[in-house]
């Protein structure tokens, strides 16, 4: 006798039953993932989905439903040119839409909101920029009804931060650290006027990025620290761009965000401190906040550059000096022989006393040891170089009353970016003019003359070894 061969229709049995087997178990597996994160069932509830619900019960809330009330109205929190905190702001068709029943307790809305355009010098460009109807819109709860429906709007829970900008100033180290990100931080952290010195604060991380002008790849800067900052700062952000904003434009149904801190470029320029540091970042600092404000960030950032926190607090330790140099850059470099005259007398102080002391290039360095750099160094801390990129890492260094930032311009020229920066943290920053030294109130006027961007800025080598060393040795009644 033949062995048993299995006839067509058991095959196909064989196979039914296999096929159910792992679609089952592949069902199964796919919900022990998504389930598996949230805490185990608890024994008053039937599933672990109905404790999540109980745990928070918007968690499927999509819509903010109006119904036959009226459309919830927008808030201003807080505003000054350029930057804003905003409650229920709406966005429908690509227009802004700002919902008050009374117009008057809104800002002009061109100290919000621009077209978003690329800047360009000059009066009639400045006028091009401002918003019209196409752009945001102050309209009152009747209106909404009648523009949005019946029923309500898509939520964009949580805290978005939105950028209305042109590509033109995102991608630079120093405009994304030092401007958008200052200002933004700035902005936000008014709402929590008692950040502890340890950077703690009660305000819960914003959820989402908007850049409704740029492209995805604009953001990035060449040495990725524009996205070790996010990522670090803010570790579970999303980000949207332009083709995700026509996305929802093409939609054609309203949007409502839970809360937007708002960045316009233009606007900000609108202002008096812009006008005077031309810093858009500098506007914020009229708005209440706390002299530890800028420590959630910079805590987070250098402990995710694997850093101590407690790194660099130390009052007694050896004093560090940190020349950045730009020399091999080609353009806004010192004299050779002066260059090379200030790394004797920084190395002179540091034989005769003891110091440490490094000239670094920055564009040798990777990430993380640039933040370093900035940290890991005592309460006895000297940053110099020549007016540059290189300086934005101030940002991360610690500020005590000795923290300084010493910044070479050539003779006549100036510009506020790292006196500004240094200065809204705490930190003392003096500019050069060779032999001529000047410090905050009395700072030059923006210019930049004819040498401005050359590479024979003149430095005197012993006129910065001398303010070094009474930087390092000023005496402090507050902590000696
Ligand atoms: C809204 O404005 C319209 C006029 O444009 C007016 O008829 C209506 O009463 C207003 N509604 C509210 C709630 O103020
Ligand atoms: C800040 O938070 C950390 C960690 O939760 C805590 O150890 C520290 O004591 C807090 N600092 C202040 C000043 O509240």
Redesign the pocket.
Known sequence: MAPATPTRRECVLVLLLLVSILYYTSIRSRSFFVLAPISPPSPHSPSAISTLQEQDPHVYETRLTWGTS?VPQTKVLANVPGWSIIDKLYVFKGVVYIVA?DPDTVPDVANMYSKGIEILPGKDAEDSRLPGDEDIRI?????AKELFGKTGAAVIDGVTYFVNDHPQFIRHYYHWSAELYFGFWRTYSSLDPSISADGNTTLPQPRHMFFNRIDAFRWRDPTDMNQLILRSSFPDVTMEFNDDWDDRVKMGVPFVFERVVLADRSAAMRAYNFQRYQRTAAVPFGLPGSVNWWMTIRNSVIQFAGMDLDEGSSTTSRPVITYISRQVWGRRTLREEDHKKLVKELYRLRDAHGWEVNVVALEQMGRAEQIRLAVRTTARFIMMGVHGNGLTNLIWMRPTPRTTVIEFFFPGGFAHDYEFTARSLGIAHYGFWDAQSFTSPDTPVNAYPEGFQGNSIPIDAEAVGRLCYDRVTLSLEVDD
Do not use: H, L, Q, R
């Open positions: 009226e029943n309209i009152n709860t009747t209106e």
